[in-house]
């Protein structure tokens, strides 16, 4: 088509860029440009031609690595001021002639980034990403790498060693006035990256920087590991006495691996600062290690909705009585039976599981105050009507368990808007509660209609959420497992330890929502977000 060639006159209407614009572009390049005319004179070199060959400049004559360079595709390797480029003539009209160089020391150095990306971004721990830069300084750059963390508040500071040619960094740590004694180090980790950081005076080296067997110290840089705001450290090179110093290019990628190193680490640091904080902030809100009651067994499993976390808005928890608060001065010793407590909260994740651990806090609180279970759950409402969040809605059955002579268990039941717990009998059969009650946090006024159960040794009381009964699967992904399958599973657990019992219908409702039910995972996926999933079981006996 015409047109579409160089040589062809531009179309009608279209404009000729402006010099300066081309001359942007060709300084853009990474690749050499030169351009000479038919007598050899130079008329363009863009900047990567001159830092290539500084002797080329417009209105001079080629340099002589050009002039010796015939036209032809391939072109030529030649050393010029120690550096390897490979140099392509291409004659491109009306007696002009371009120059195209490559650096070819160059792909080494596109080698190290990579890997230096690559291995840097492989975790979030910073002594990996430490342990990383120093593997990959002293693999091409130098033969002794250390970097060093900032102190801690006992003012010492932490240490990563590696050598060339050894395997392993090493680790350690040593106090902050002998990691001053290194030339430039103060300013490192100061973030300075001019003042004295930089390459230093090797025999103000400390002992300590080199490992044993190191042998003569020629040549040391120092460089500070810029972080987010603050630096995350700093790097030292060294180099056996005989080698080469540290050229430009050698700082260069010294440099670079400087800033994507202190960028590692510090993203690391705070990965872990986050993370300790949530540890902290959500300890509370994970599910409480179940204690011994005494005449009976007790066990639970909870499943998050959010697979990247292990709290949610189901919630169970076990209030045992304490003598120090369960005496009252008229009537003497008061008998409060251990409690036990299932609930679910509107909404999923992070903010549900906030209200669930605002939830057993506030009837642990209550509980120093009140016992029957008809005022916990009335003044309960009150608090979540009084809170500011808004949807502050909450399902929950609450369980005061007796020991009754024969080994038998009494359940008082209290159910607010959940479902209705389930017994399983000594002979299988599976029997739904009558309990039933309003929700939380929707009417000024709660109605309940609790009820007391007779567990025979053996026999168990399950709790629930709906997240259970409403999980969507099984072979077309689509269906929800519901109520008379939980009875069903529920019935062939009798006999079983309490722990197996609960661990068992966790597996099936797992095995619900991946496909199918006990055969495998082979069906079609479930649909929807599903929700949390709680199970807490209560067994008669002594044993089991």
């Known amino acids: 088509m015409k047109g579409a060639t160089g040589s062809a006159s531009p179309r009608h209407g279209a404009v000729r860029p402006a010099p300066g614009l081309l001359a942007a572009l060709l300084d853009g390049s990474g690749e050499g440009i030169v351009l000479c005319d038919a007598d050899g004179v130079v008329t363009l070199a863009n900047a ?44 491109v009209g009306d007696g002009l002639l371009a120059w195209y160089l490559t650096d070819l020391d160059a792909a080494p150095r596109t080698e190290f980034l990579l890997e230096a990306g690559r291995r840097l971004s492989a975790s979030l721990n910073p002594h990996r990403c430490a342990r990383a830069a120093t593997e990959l300084a002293a693999d091409f750059l130098c033969d002794m790498a250390v970097v060093l963390l900032p102190s801690t508040a006992r003012r010492r500071m932490e240490w990563v060693r590696a050598v060339s040619g050894r395997f392993g960094p090493e680790e350690g740590t040593l106090a902050a006035a002998e990691a001053a004694e290194v030339p430039g180090l103060t300013d490192a980790l100061a973030g300075l990256r001019h003042g004295s950081a930089g390459q230093q005076d090797p025999d103000g080296a400390p002992e300590w920087l080199l490992p044993e067997g190191f042998g003569p110290l020629g040549h040391l840089l120092v460089l500070p590991l810029p972080g987010n ?91 045992l009585p304490d003598t120090a608060t369960d005496t009252a001065p008229d009537t003497g010793i008061v008998e409060r039976p251990p409690l036990v407590i299932l609930g679910d909260v509107c909404g999923k994740g992070a903010r549900a599981a906030v209200l669930a651990g605002q939830v057993r806090h506030s009837l642990r609180t209550l509980l120093l105050l009140e016992s029957r279970a008809d005022r916990l759950l009335e003044l309960l409402n009150r608090s979540l009507l009084a809170s500011p969040s808004p949807h502050s809605y909450v399902t929950m059955v609450l369980a005061a368990l007796r020991t009754a002579p024969g080994d038998h268990v009494l359940v008082d039941l209290a159910v607010a808007g959940h479902p209705p717990p389930l017994v399983l009998r000594r002979d ?21 209609w609790p009820v007391t159960l007779d567990l025979a040794p053996g026999e168990v009381c399950l709790l629930y959420s709906d997240g259970i009964t409403e999980a969507f699967g ?19 657990c009798a006999g079983m330890p309490v722990e197996a019992l609960v661990e068992r219908l ?19 996926p479930a649909t929807g977000l599903q929700d949390d999933r709680a199970l807490l079981a209560v067994r008669a006996g002594k044993s089991g």
């Open 48 to 91: 990567a031609a001159v830092r290539l060959m500084p002797g080329v400049e417009p209105g001079l004559p080629a340099p002589a690595p050009l002039g010796a360079v015939p036209s032809a595709p391939e072109g030529r390797t030649v050393i010029h001021d120690g550096r390897a480029i490979r140099i392509r003539a291409d004659a």
């Open 229 to 319: 705001g603050v630096p995350a450290g700093a790097i030292v090179l060294a180099r056996r006495a005989g080698r080469p110093p540290f050229g430009d290019d050698d700082q260069r990628m010294a440099r670079d691996l400087a800033i994507r190193a202190g960028a590692a680490i510090s993203a690391a640091s705070l990965f872990r600062e986050q993370s300790t904080i949530n540890a902290i902030l959500t300890g509370d809100l994970l599910p409480p290690d179940l204690p011994e009651i005494a005449g009976m067994r007790v066990a639970g499993r909870l499943r998050a909705s959010q697979q990247a976390g292990a709290i949610g808005g189901d919630f169970y928890d076990v209030y």
């Open 428 to 448: 299988g059969t599976v029997e739904e509660v009558a309990a039933r009650g309003s929700i939380l946090g929707a009417l000024k006024q709660i109605s309940l």
């Open 474 to 492: 099984g072979p077309s992904g689509r269906e929800m497992f519901g109520e008379e399958r939980l009875k069903a599973a529920l019935a062939t």
């Open 506 to 524: 966790e597996q099936l409702s797992t095995e619900w929502l991946g496909g199918g039910l006990g055969g495998g995972l082979g069906g079609a």
